[in-house]
Protein backbone atom coordinates (compact mmCIF):
# COMPACT_ATOMS: atom_id res chain seq x y z
CA UNK A 1 0.00 0.00 0.00
CA UNK A 2 1.57 3.34 -1.18
CA UNK A 3 1.75 6.47 0.92
CA UNK A 4 -1.08 8.17 -0.99
CA UNK A 5 -3.45 5.23 -0.91
CA UNK A 6 -2.78 5.10 3.15
CA UNK A 7 -3.91 8.43 3.65
CA UNK A 8 -6.80 8.63 1.36
CA UNK A 9 -10.22 8.77 2.35
CA UNK A 10 -11.53 5.10 1.71
CA UNK A 11 -15.32 6.54 0.24
CA UNK A 12 -15.47 9.93 -1.23
CA UNK A 13 -18.63 11.11 -2.67
CA UNK A 14 -18.76 14.70 -3.34
CA UNK A 15 -22.06 16.56 -4.70
CA UNK A 16 -23.70 13.39 -6.37
CA UNK A 17 -26.70 14.32 -8.06
CA UNK A 18 -28.86 11.32 -9.71
CA UNK A 19 -32.09 11.74 -11.71
CA UNK A 20 -34.40 9.05 -12.50
CA UNK A 21 -36.52 10.60 -15.52
CA UNK A 22 -37.92 13.25 -13.24
CA UNK A 23 -37.83 11.76 -10.14
CA UNK A 24 -34.61 13.07 -8.43
CA UNK A 25 -33.40 10.63 -5.88
CA UNK A 26 -29.69 12.15 -4.98
CA UNK A 27 -29.39 15.93 -4.53
CA UNK A 28 -25.56 17.17 -4.23
CA UNK A 29 -25.13 14.53 -1.82
CA UNK A 30 -21.47 14.19 -0.28
CA UNK A 31 -20.41 11.74 2.09
CA UNK A 32 -16.57 11.02 3.04
CA UNK A 33 -15.43 8.36 4.83
CA UNK A 34 -12.12 7.10 6.59
CA UNK A 35 -10.29 4.15 6.52
CA UNK A 36 -11.13 1.76 9.61
CA UNK A 37 -14.83 3.51 10.26
CA UNK A 38 -18.03 1.89 10.08
CA UNK A 39 -20.98 4.24 9.17
CA UNK A 40 -24.59 3.48 8.95
CA UNK A 41 -26.41 4.59 6.71
CA UNK A 42 -30.29 5.75 7.68
CA UNK A 43 -33.09 6.87 5.95
CA UNK A 44 -36.51 6.22 4.50
CA UNK A 45 -37.33 3.97 1.80
CA UNK A 46 -36.83 5.88 -1.32
CA UNK A 47 -34.47 8.44 0.68
CA UNK A 48 -31.89 7.55 -2.19
CA UNK A 49 -29.77 4.69 -0.17
CA UNK A 50 -29.88 2.06 -2.57
CA UNK A 51 -29.13 5.03 -5.38
CA UNK A 52 -26.02 6.22 -2.78
CA UNK A 53 -24.97 2.72 -3.05
CA UNK A 54 -24.67 1.99 -6.97
CA UNK A 55 -23.38 5.70 -7.46
CA UNK A 56 -20.05 4.33 -5.07
CA UNK A 57 -20.10 1.05 -6.52
CA UNK A 58 -19.95 2.65 -10.30
CA UNK A 59 -23.35 1.03 -11.36
CA UNK A 60 -24.83 4.62 -11.96
CA UNK A 61 -22.94 7.55 -12.80
CA UNK A 62 -23.98 10.71 -11.84
CA UNK A 63 -25.59 13.85 -13.31
CA UNK A 64 -23.23 15.76 -11.35
CA UNK A 65 -20.36 15.42 -8.92
CA UNK A 66 -17.61 12.66 -8.53
CA UNK A 67 -16.94 9.44 -6.64
CA UNK A 68 -13.08 8.60 -5.34
CA UNK A 69 -12.27 5.39 -3.99
CA UNK A 70 -9.55 4.87 -1.83
CA UNK A 71 -7.93 7.58 -3.32
CA UNK A 72 -8.38 6.03 -7.44
CA UNK A 73 -10.83 6.01 -10.18
CA UNK A 74 -13.82 3.87 -8.64
CA UNK A 75 -13.14 0.90 -12.01
CA UNK A 76 -9.52 1.54 -11.23
CA UNK A 77 -10.61 0.73 -7.21
CA UNK A 78 -12.76 -2.81 -8.19
CA UNK A 79 -10.67 -4.15 -10.63
CA UNK A 80 -8.01 -4.20 -7.75
CA UNK A 81 -10.55 -5.89 -5.66
CA UNK A 82 -10.92 -3.17 -3.47
CA UNK A 83 -14.78 -2.75 -2.95
CA UNK A 84 -17.02 -5.67 -1.57
CA UNK A 85 -20.95 -6.30 -1.67
CA UNK A 86 -23.35 -7.49 0.35
CA UNK A 87 -27.16 -8.09 -1.58
CA UNK A 88 -30.11 -7.25 -0.12
CA UNK A 89 -31.97 -10.67 0.09
CA UNK A 90 -34.60 -9.88 -2.21
CA UNK A 91 -31.65 -9.15 -4.89
CA UNK A 92 -30.58 -13.19 -4.61
CA UNK A 93 -31.91 -15.75 -6.75
CA UNK A 94 -31.58 -18.46 -3.45
CA UNK A 95 -33.10 -21.35 -5.29
CA UNK A 96 -29.87 -20.97 -7.91
CA UNK A 97 -27.84 -24.59 -7.91
CA UNK A 98 -24.29 -23.11 -6.03
CA UNK A 99 -22.69 -24.11 -2.27
CA UNK A 100 -21.72 -21.77 0.22
CA UNK A 101 -18.41 -22.45 -0.82
CA UNK A 102 -18.89 -21.54 -4.74
CA UNK A 103 -20.50 -18.34 -3.46
CA UNK A 104 -17.62 -17.65 -1.03
CA UNK A 105 -15.09 -18.43 -3.81
CA UNK A 106 -16.39 -16.07 -6.73
CA UNK A 107 -14.81 -13.11 -3.93
CA UNK A 108 -11.50 -14.51 -5.44
CA UNK A 109 -12.95 -13.97 -9.00
CA UNK A 110 -10.86 -11.19 -9.28
CA UNK A 111 -7.09 -12.90 -8.08
CA UNK A 112 -7.87 -15.48 -10.40
CA UNK A 113 -6.51 -15.94 -14.17
CA UNK A 114 -9.36 -15.47 -17.11
CA UNK A 115 -10.36 -19.15 -16.63
CA UNK A 116 -11.32 -18.71 -12.68
CA UNK A 117 -9.37 -21.67 -11.98
CA UNK A 118 -8.95 -21.77 -8.18
CA UNK A 119 -5.46 -22.53 -6.70
CA UNK A 120 -3.78 -23.34 -3.31
CA UNK A 121 -4.30 -19.66 -1.63
CA UNK A 122 -7.83 -18.92 -2.74
CA UNK A 123 -9.17 -22.71 -1.37
CA UNK A 124 -7.11 -21.79 2.07
CA UNK A 125 -8.69 -17.83 1.59
CA UNK A 126 -11.85 -19.37 1.13
CA UNK A 127 -11.88 -21.42 4.21
CA UNK A 128 -10.60 -19.06 6.19
CA UNK A 129 -13.30 -16.71 5.75
CA UNK A 130 -16.11 -20.05 6.37
CA UNK A 131 -14.46 -20.21 9.72
CA UNK A 132 -14.93 -16.56 10.55
CA UNK A 133 -18.30 -16.39 9.84
CA UNK A 134 -18.78 -19.75 11.93
CA UNK A 135 -20.03 -21.08 8.05
CA UNK A 136 -17.64 -24.11 7.60
CA UNK A 137 -19.54 -27.11 8.73
CA UNK A 138 -22.76 -25.64 5.97
CA UNK A 139 -19.90 -25.02 3.16
CA UNK A 140 -21.31 -27.31 1.20
CA UNK A 141 -24.97 -26.99 1.48
CA UNK A 142 -26.68 -25.28 -1.41
CA UNK A 143 -27.21 -21.48 -0.51
CA UNK A 144 -30.69 -21.71 -0.07
CA UNK A 145 -30.96 -24.34 2.21
CA UNK A 146 -29.50 -21.99 5.11
CA UNK A 147 -30.93 -20.05 7.83
CA UNK A 148 -31.91 -15.77 7.21
CA UNK A 149 -28.65 -15.20 9.34
CA UNK A 150 -26.40 -17.81 7.87
CA UNK A 151 -27.19 -16.42 4.83
CA UNK A 152 -25.54 -13.11 5.24
CA UNK A 153 -23.06 -14.48 7.24
CA UNK A 154 -21.70 -16.81 3.89
CA UNK A 155 -22.05 -13.01 1.88
CA UNK A 156 -19.91 -11.34 4.29
CA UNK A 157 -17.31 -14.37 3.95
CA UNK A 158 -17.01 -13.92 0.40
CA UNK A 159 -16.03 -10.35 1.15
CA UNK A 160 -13.67 -11.54 3.89
CA UNK A 161 -11.79 -14.16 1.02
CA UNK A 162 -11.65 -11.21 -1.34
CA UNK A 163 -9.94 -9.22 1.05
CA UNK A 164 -11.82 -5.94 0.32
CA UNK A 165 -11.01 -3.12 2.16
CA UNK A 166 -14.23 -1.23 1.72
CA UNK A 167 -17.56 -3.47 2.33
CA UNK A 168 -20.73 -2.08 1.55
CA UNK A 169 -23.84 -3.99 2.76
CA UNK A 170 -27.81 -3.04 1.77
CA UNK A 171 -29.54 -4.35 5.18
CA UNK A 172 -27.57 -7.16 6.44
CA UNK A 173 -30.04 -7.03 9.50
CA UNK A 174 -33.01 -7.79 7.97
CA UNK A 175 -34.53 -10.69 8.77
CA UNK A 176 -31.46 -12.03 10.68
CA UNK A 177 -31.27 -13.67 13.94
CA UNK A 178 -29.96 -12.19 16.80
CA UNK A 179 -27.48 -14.61 17.03
CA UNK A 180 -26.29 -13.92 13.52
CA UNK A 181 -26.44 -10.06 13.74
CA UNK A 182 -23.77 -10.58 16.85
CA UNK A 183 -21.80 -12.51 14.80
CA UNK A 184 -22.11 -10.16 11.79
CA UNK A 185 -21.94 -6.89 14.02
CA UNK A 186 -18.67 -8.48 15.55
CA UNK A 187 -16.84 -9.48 12.33
CA UNK A 188 -17.52 -5.74 10.60
CA UNK A 189 -15.72 -4.11 13.78
CA UNK A 190 -12.82 -6.66 13.30
CA UNK A 191 -12.82 -5.94 9.90
CA UNK A 192 -12.69 -1.81 10.78
CA UNK A 193 -10.26 -2.65 13.33
CA UNK A 194 -7.61 -4.28 10.45
CA UNK A 195 -8.32 -1.00 8.57
CA UNK A 196 -11.06 -1.71 6.53
CA UNK A 197 -14.01 0.46 5.93
CA UNK A 198 -17.73 -0.41 6.12
CA UNK A 199 -20.55 1.29 5.15
CA UNK A 200 -24.22 -0.42 6.01
CA UNK A 201 -27.26 0.52 5.11
CA UNK A 202 -30.07 -0.63 7.67
CA UNK A 203 -33.70 0.28 9.41
CA UNK A 204 -32.14 -1.58 12.56
CA UNK A 205 -31.56 1.80 15.04
CA UNK A 206 -31.11 0.15 17.98
CA UNK A 207 -28.55 -1.50 17.22
CA UNK A 208 -26.63 1.29 15.41
CA UNK A 209 -24.66 2.79 18.10
CA UNK A 210 -22.64 -0.50 19.50
CA UNK A 211 -22.18 -1.60 15.56
CA UNK A 212 -20.98 2.13 13.87
CA UNK A 213 -18.75 4.65 14.11
CA UNK A 214 -20.82 7.09 12.57
CA UNK A 215 -24.08 7.50 11.35
CA UNK A 216 -25.43 9.57 8.10
CA UNK A 217 -28.73 10.65 8.07
CA UNK A 218 -29.92 10.43 3.99
CA UNK A 219 -32.84 12.14 3.09
CA UNK A 220 -31.72 12.89 -0.75
CA UNK A 221 -28.90 14.54 0.30
CA UNK A 222 -27.02 14.18 3.47
CA UNK A 223 -28.71 15.54 6.53
CA UNK A 224 -26.05 15.19 9.21
CA UNK A 225 -23.12 12.81 8.92
CA UNK A 226 -21.44 11.88 12.81
CA UNK A 227 -21.77 10.29 15.90
CA UNK A 228 -24.67 8.15 16.14
CA UNK A 229 -25.97 9.10 20.04
CA UNK A 230 -26.26 12.44 18.14
CA UNK A 231 -27.39 11.67 15.05
CA UNK A 232 -30.40 9.32 16.01
CA UNK A 233 -31.77 11.41 18.21
CA UNK A 234 -35.12 11.93 17.90
CA UNK A 235 -35.28 15.55 16.61
CA UNK A 236 -32.79 14.85 13.89
CA UNK A 237 -34.47 12.00 12.48
CA UNK A 238 -37.77 13.40 12.41
CA UNK A 239 -35.99 15.55 9.70
CA UNK A 240 -35.53 12.04 8.11
CA UNK A 241 -38.32 10.74 8.41
CA UNK A 242 -40.98 13.04 9.46
CA UNK A 243 -41.73 11.16 13.01
CA UNK A 244 -40.32 9.51 15.73
CA UNK A 245 -38.82 5.92 14.77
CA UNK A 246 -37.07 4.80 18.15
CA UNK A 247 -40.10 5.68 19.89
CA UNK A 248 -38.02 7.49 22.43
CA UNK A 249 -40.70 10.55 22.99
CA UNK A 250 -38.34 13.48 24.02
CA UNK A 251 -35.54 11.90 25.56
CA UNK B 1 -34.13 -58.87 -35.80
CA UNK B 2 -31.81 -58.60 -32.64
CA UNK B 3 -30.46 -55.26 -30.84
CA UNK B 4 -27.31 -55.08 -32.19
CA UNK B 5 -28.66 -55.35 -35.54
CA UNK B 6 -31.30 -52.55 -34.65
CA UNK B 7 -28.50 -50.30 -33.85
CA UNK B 8 -26.01 -50.97 -36.79
CA UNK B 9 -28.51 -50.77 -39.79
CA UNK B 10 -29.33 -47.13 -39.46
CA UNK B 11 -25.83 -47.08 -39.69
CA UNK B 12 -24.99 -48.47 -42.95
CA UNK B 13 -26.54 -45.41 -44.11
CA UNK B 14 -24.13 -42.17 -44.93
CA UNK B 15 -27.03 -39.52 -44.46
CA UNK B 16 -27.98 -41.77 -41.00
CA UNK B 17 -24.37 -41.56 -39.59
CA UNK B 18 -24.61 -37.66 -40.12
CA UNK B 19 -27.68 -36.95 -38.78
CA UNK B 20 -26.90 -38.74 -35.57
CA UNK B 21 -23.41 -37.06 -35.56
CA UNK B 22 -25.14 -33.76 -35.90
CA UNK B 23 -28.20 -34.50 -33.72
CA UNK B 24 -25.33 -35.13 -31.13
CA UNK B 25 -23.13 -32.43 -31.88
CA UNK B 26 -26.32 -30.11 -31.00
CA UNK B 27 -28.00 -31.62 -28.18
CA UNK B 28 -24.91 -31.30 -26.23
CA UNK B 29 -23.92 -27.90 -27.21
CA UNK B 30 -27.80 -26.54 -26.66
CA UNK B 31 -28.21 -28.30 -23.40
CA UNK B 32 -24.99 -27.01 -22.17
CA UNK B 33 -25.92 -23.64 -22.89
CA UNK B 34 -29.56 -24.31 -21.64
CA UNK B 35 -27.89 -24.12 -17.95
CA UNK B 36 -27.25 -20.78 -17.64
CA UNK B 37 -30.79 -19.66 -19.92
CA UNK B 38 -32.70 -21.71 -17.58
CA UNK B 39 -31.16 -20.04 -14.57
CA UNK B 40 -30.83 -16.28 -16.02
CA UNK B 41 -34.61 -16.60 -17.23
CA UNK B 42 -33.48 -16.66 -20.68
CA UNK B 43 -35.78 -19.15 -22.14
CA UNK B 44 -38.11 -16.93 -23.99
CA UNK B 45 -34.54 -14.74 -24.41
CA UNK B 46 -33.86 -18.14 -26.10
CA UNK B 47 -37.35 -18.21 -28.10
CA UNK B 48 -36.72 -15.25 -29.76
CA UNK B 49 -33.15 -15.04 -30.65
CA UNK B 50 -33.34 -18.83 -32.17
CA UNK B 51 -36.19 -17.60 -34.13
CA UNK B 52 -34.73 -14.20 -35.02
CA UNK B 53 -31.54 -15.64 -36.84
CA UNK B 54 -33.48 -17.02 -39.75
CA UNK B 55 -33.60 -13.81 -41.86
CA UNK B 56 -29.59 -13.49 -40.90
CA UNK B 57 -29.23 -17.26 -42.12
CA UNK B 58 -31.42 -16.93 -45.67
CA UNK B 59 -29.55 -13.52 -46.38
CA UNK B 60 -26.53 -14.93 -46.21
CA UNK B 61 -27.67 -18.31 -47.72
CA UNK B 62 -28.28 -15.54 -50.62
CA UNK B 63 -24.54 -13.48 -50.28
CA UNK B 64 -22.88 -16.67 -49.87
CA UNK B 65 -21.37 -15.77 -46.75
CA UNK B 66 -21.18 -18.07 -43.31
CA UNK B 67 -24.57 -18.60 -41.92
CA UNK B 68 -23.20 -18.20 -38.51
CA UNK B 69 -22.45 -14.51 -39.50
CA UNK B 70 -26.12 -13.46 -40.59
CA UNK B 71 -27.49 -15.32 -37.69
CA UNK B 72 -24.93 -12.96 -35.17
CA UNK B 73 -25.99 -9.86 -36.93
CA UNK B 74 -29.86 -10.70 -36.51
CA UNK B 75 -29.56 -12.70 -33.12
CA UNK B 76 -27.80 -9.18 -31.93
CA UNK B 77 -30.79 -6.97 -33.62
CA UNK B 78 -32.90 -8.79 -31.89
CA UNK B 79 -31.72 -7.75 -28.39
CA UNK B 80 -31.36 -4.11 -29.72
CA UNK B 81 -34.63 -4.10 -30.81
CA UNK B 82 -36.37 -6.08 -27.70
CA UNK B 83 -34.71 -3.73 -25.55
CA UNK B 84 -35.36 -0.62 -27.68
CA UNK B 85 -38.89 -1.33 -27.76
CA UNK B 86 -38.94 -2.64 -23.58
CA UNK B 87 -36.99 0.81 -22.41
CA UNK B 88 -38.71 3.20 -25.13
CA UNK B 89 -42.55 2.32 -24.51
CA UNK B 90 -44.12 1.07 -21.42
CA UNK B 91 -44.62 -2.52 -22.53
CA UNK B 92 -43.23 -5.13 -20.49
CA UNK B 93 -40.32 -7.92 -22.03
CA UNK B 94 -42.37 -10.50 -22.79
CA UNK B 95 -44.50 -8.41 -25.40
CA UNK B 96 -41.66 -6.42 -26.99
CA UNK B 97 -39.78 -10.37 -27.20
CA UNK B 98 -43.15 -11.37 -28.81
CA UNK B 99 -43.47 -8.47 -31.45
CA UNK B 100 -39.44 -8.31 -32.36
CA UNK B 101 -38.74 -11.78 -33.20
CA UNK B 102 -42.84 -12.78 -35.15
CA UNK B 103 -41.67 -9.61 -37.02
CA UNK B 104 -38.08 -11.29 -37.75
CA UNK B 105 -39.16 -14.52 -38.32
CA UNK B 106 -41.77 -13.10 -40.81
CA UNK B 107 -38.98 -11.38 -42.59
CA UNK B 108 -37.20 -14.82 -43.16
CA UNK B 109 -39.93 -16.34 -44.20
CA UNK B 110 -40.92 -13.92 -46.85
CA UNK B 111 -37.03 -13.75 -47.75
CA UNK B 112 -37.10 -17.75 -48.20
CA UNK B 113 -40.84 -17.55 -50.53
CA UNK B 114 -39.35 -14.89 -52.42
CA UNK B 115 -35.73 -16.81 -53.18
CA UNK B 116 -35.03 -19.00 -56.24
CA UNK B 117 -32.65 -21.40 -54.78
CA UNK B 118 -31.81 -24.54 -55.89
CA UNK B 119 -31.99 -26.53 -52.28
CA UNK B 120 -34.94 -26.25 -50.49
CA UNK B 121 -34.87 -23.37 -47.68
CA UNK B 122 -37.91 -24.80 -45.57
CA UNK B 123 -35.30 -27.14 -44.29
CA UNK B 124 -34.14 -24.09 -42.40
CA UNK B 125 -37.36 -23.94 -40.79
CA UNK B 126 -38.27 -27.68 -39.89
CA UNK B 127 -34.76 -29.22 -40.08
CA UNK B 128 -33.24 -31.15 -42.54
CA UNK B 129 -31.12 -34.11 -40.54
CA UNK B 130 -31.65 -36.81 -42.80
CA UNK B 131 -30.16 -34.17 -45.56
CA UNK B 132 -27.18 -32.92 -44.02
CA UNK B 133 -23.96 -32.76 -46.42
CA UNK B 134 -20.97 -33.34 -45.92
CA UNK B 135 -20.24 -29.38 -45.90
CA UNK B 136 -23.18 -29.16 -43.51
CA UNK B 137 -21.23 -31.40 -40.83
CA UNK B 138 -18.06 -29.44 -41.01
CA UNK B 139 -19.54 -26.49 -40.45
CA UNK B 140 -21.97 -28.01 -37.59
CA UNK B 141 -18.60 -29.26 -36.25
CA UNK B 142 -16.38 -26.25 -36.03
CA UNK B 143 -19.00 -23.93 -34.64
CA UNK B 144 -19.58 -26.27 -32.37
CA UNK B 145 -16.03 -26.55 -31.08
CA UNK B 146 -15.59 -23.23 -31.01
CA UNK B 147 -19.02 -22.23 -29.49
CA UNK B 148 -18.51 -25.54 -26.76
CA UNK B 149 -14.87 -24.09 -25.94
CA UNK B 150 -15.73 -20.77 -25.16
CA UNK B 151 -18.66 -21.74 -22.56
CA UNK B 152 -16.90 -24.15 -21.26
CA UNK B 153 -13.79 -22.04 -20.81
CA UNK B 154 -15.65 -19.32 -19.68
CA UNK B 155 -18.29 -20.70 -17.79
CA UNK B 156 -17.25 -19.64 -14.03
CA UNK B 157 -18.09 -16.14 -15.29
CA UNK B 158 -21.28 -16.81 -16.85
CA UNK B 159 -22.25 -18.67 -13.84
CA UNK B 160 -21.79 -15.56 -11.68
CA UNK B 161 -23.58 -13.66 -13.87
CA UNK B 162 -26.23 -15.61 -13.78
CA UNK B 163 -25.96 -15.66 -9.64
CA UNK B 164 -24.80 -11.96 -9.05
CA UNK B 165 -24.29 -9.61 -11.56
CA UNK B 166 -23.84 -6.82 -9.05
CA UNK B 167 -20.67 -8.46 -7.90
CA UNK B 168 -19.22 -9.13 -10.91
CA UNK B 169 -19.57 -5.73 -11.30
CA UNK B 170 -17.94 -5.06 -8.28
CA UNK B 171 -14.90 -6.77 -9.48
CA UNK B 172 -14.57 -4.82 -12.41
CA UNK B 173 -15.94 -7.20 -14.87
CA UNK B 174 -18.58 -5.92 -17.17
CA UNK B 175 -21.77 -7.89 -16.84
CA UNK B 176 -23.21 -6.04 -20.07
CA UNK B 177 -19.99 -7.29 -21.96
CA UNK B 178 -20.58 -11.42 -20.38
CA UNK B 179 -24.26 -11.45 -21.19
CA UNK B 180 -22.93 -10.08 -25.04
CA UNK B 181 -21.09 -12.45 -25.26
CA UNK B 182 -23.60 -15.26 -23.68
CA UNK B 183 -26.30 -13.75 -26.56
CA UNK B 184 -23.80 -14.30 -29.63
CA UNK B 185 -23.30 -17.72 -28.18
CA UNK B 186 -26.72 -18.39 -28.44
CA UNK B 187 -27.01 -17.19 -31.81
CA UNK B 188 -24.15 -19.11 -32.87
CA UNK B 189 -25.66 -22.27 -31.23
CA UNK B 190 -29.04 -21.52 -33.13
CA UNK B 191 -26.96 -21.61 -36.09
CA UNK B 192 -25.85 -25.44 -35.17
CA UNK B 193 -29.46 -26.65 -33.99
CA UNK B 194 -30.56 -25.30 -36.81
CA UNK B 195 -28.96 -27.80 -39.07
CA UNK B 196 -30.87 -30.39 -36.62
CA UNK B 197 -33.86 -29.75 -36.03
CA UNK B 198 -34.97 -26.39 -37.86
CA UNK B 199 -35.91 -22.97 -36.32
CA UNK B 200 -38.87 -23.33 -34.71
CA UNK B 201 -37.74 -26.49 -32.85
CA UNK B 202 -34.60 -25.19 -31.36
CA UNK B 203 -35.90 -23.77 -28.27
CA UNK B 204 -36.94 -26.59 -27.32
CA UNK B 205 -33.17 -28.39 -27.03
CA UNK B 206 -32.03 -24.63 -25.32
CA UNK B 207 -34.59 -24.98 -22.98
CA UNK B 208 -35.63 -28.61 -22.16
CA UNK B 209 -32.39 -30.23 -20.93
CA UNK B 210 -31.03 -27.36 -18.44
CA UNK B 211 -34.71 -27.82 -16.99
CA UNK B 212 -34.40 -31.82 -16.38
CA UNK B 213 -31.11 -31.28 -14.64
CA UNK B 214 -32.06 -28.48 -12.74
CA UNK B 215 -34.69 -31.12 -11.25
CA UNK B 216 -32.49 -33.33 -10.43
CA UNK B 217 -29.41 -31.16 -8.90
CA UNK B 218 -28.75 -28.82 -6.81
CA UNK B 219 -25.09 -27.92 -7.90
CA UNK B 220 -24.12 -26.46 -10.74
CA UNK B 221 -21.71 -28.05 -12.03
CA UNK B 222 -23.14 -31.07 -11.95
CA UNK B 223 -26.03 -29.63 -14.02
CA UNK B 224 -23.24 -29.01 -17.20
CA UNK B 225 -22.77 -32.82 -17.06
CA UNK B 226 -26.28 -33.68 -16.63
CA UNK B 227 -27.86 -31.60 -19.58
CA UNK B 228 -25.73 -32.45 -22.03
CA UNK B 229 -25.30 -36.45 -21.19
CA UNK B 230 -29.40 -36.74 -20.82
CA UNK B 231 -30.15 -34.49 -23.92
CA UNK B 232 -27.44 -36.68 -26.28
CA UNK B 233 -29.24 -40.20 -25.26
CA UNK B 234 -32.48 -38.49 -26.10
CA UNK B 235 -31.14 -37.22 -29.93
CA UNK B 236 -29.93 -40.59 -30.38
CA UNK B 237 -33.35 -42.34 -29.62
CA UNK B 238 -35.37 -39.59 -31.24
CA UNK B 239 -32.93 -40.65 -34.46
CA UNK B 240 -33.24 -44.27 -34.53
CA UNK B 241 -37.26 -43.87 -33.52
CA UNK B 242 -37.65 -41.81 -36.40
CA UNK B 243 -35.66 -44.04 -38.92
CA UNK B 244 -37.89 -47.03 -37.79
CA UNK B 245 -41.58 -45.34 -37.89
CA UNK B 246 -40.31 -42.78 -40.76
CA UNK B 247 -41.38 -40.28 -38.67
CA UNK B 248 -40.56 -36.16 -38.50
CA UNK B 249 -36.82 -36.17 -37.00
CA UNK B 250 -36.31 -33.43 -35.67
CA UNK B 251 -39.70 -33.78 -34.02
CA UNK B 252 -38.82 -37.33 -32.25
CA UNK B 253 -35.60 -35.91 -30.93
CA UNK B 254 -37.75 -33.36 -29.12
CA UNK B 255 -40.21 -35.73 -28.17
CA UNK B 256 -37.72 -38.03 -26.42
CA UNK B 257 -36.02 -34.82 -24.68
CA UNK B 258 -39.59 -34.12 -23.41
CA UNK B 259 -40.10 -37.49 -22.19
CA UNK B 260 -36.72 -37.36 -20.13
CA UNK B 261 -38.31 -33.92 -18.76
CA UNK B 262 -41.45 -35.62 -17.53
CA UNK B 263 -39.71 -38.54 -15.99
CA UNK B 264 -37.48 -36.00 -13.97
CA UNK B 265 -40.74 -34.07 -13.34
CA UNK B 266 -42.18 -36.83 -11.92
CA UNK B 267 -39.13 -39.23 -10.19
CA UNK B 268 -36.66 -36.83 -9.09
CA UNK B 269 -35.47 -37.89 -5.77
CA UNK B 270 -35.95 -34.45 -4.21
CA UNK B 271 -37.45 -32.46 -6.51
CA UNK B 272 -40.02 -34.56 -8.54
CA UNK B 273 -43.65 -34.27 -8.22
CA UNK B 274 -44.03 -38.25 -6.80
CA UNK B 275 -41.06 -37.26 -4.13
CA UNK B 276 -42.69 -33.87 -2.84
CA UNK B 277 -46.05 -35.73 -2.42
CA UNK B 278 -45.19 -38.76 -0.44
CA UNK B 279 -43.04 -36.15 1.87
CA UNK B 280 -45.92 -33.97 2.35
CA UNK B 281 -48.07 -36.71 3.48
CA UNK B 282 -45.10 -37.94 5.68
CA UNK B 283 -44.98 -34.86 7.55
CA UNK B 284 -48.97 -35.04 7.64
CA UNK B 285 -48.83 -38.63 9.04
CA UNK B 286 -46.21 -37.88 11.76
CA UNK B 287 -47.86 -34.99 12.91
CA UNK B 288 -51.12 -36.67 13.07
CA UNK B 289 -49.17 -39.05 15.41
CA UNK B 290 -47.57 -36.95 17.55
CA UNK B 291 -51.01 -35.07 18.84
Redesign the interface.
Known sequence: MNAKQSTALAIDVTGATVHYGPVLALDHASLQLGRGRVCGLVGMNGSGKSTLFKTI???IKPDTGSVRINGTDP?QA????Q???V?QSE???WS????VR??VM?GR??QMG???RAKKKDHAAVDEALERVELANFADR?IGQLSGGQKKRAFVA?CIA?GASIMLLDEPFAGVDKRSEATITKLLREVADDGGSVLISTHDLHALPELADEAVLLMRKVLMHGDPDVVLQAENLALAFGLDPMKRGGK | MNLIELLAEPLGYTFMVRALLVTIIAAALCAVLSCWLVLIGWSLMGDAVSHAVLPGVVLAYIAGAPFALGALVFGFLAVALIGGVRDTTKLKEDAAIGIVFTTLFSIGLVLISVTPSHVDLNHIIFGNLLGVSASDLWQVVLLGAITFAILVLKRKDFTLYAFDQTHAHALGMSPRLIGAVLLGLLAMTSVVALQAVGVILVVAMLIIPGATAYLLTDRFGKMLVIAPVLATCAGILGVYVSYYLDASTGGMVVLAQAMIFAIAYLFSPKQGLIATRLARKGRRKALAASR
Open positions: MGQLRKSGLAYPAVDFPISEVTYGWTRQRQ
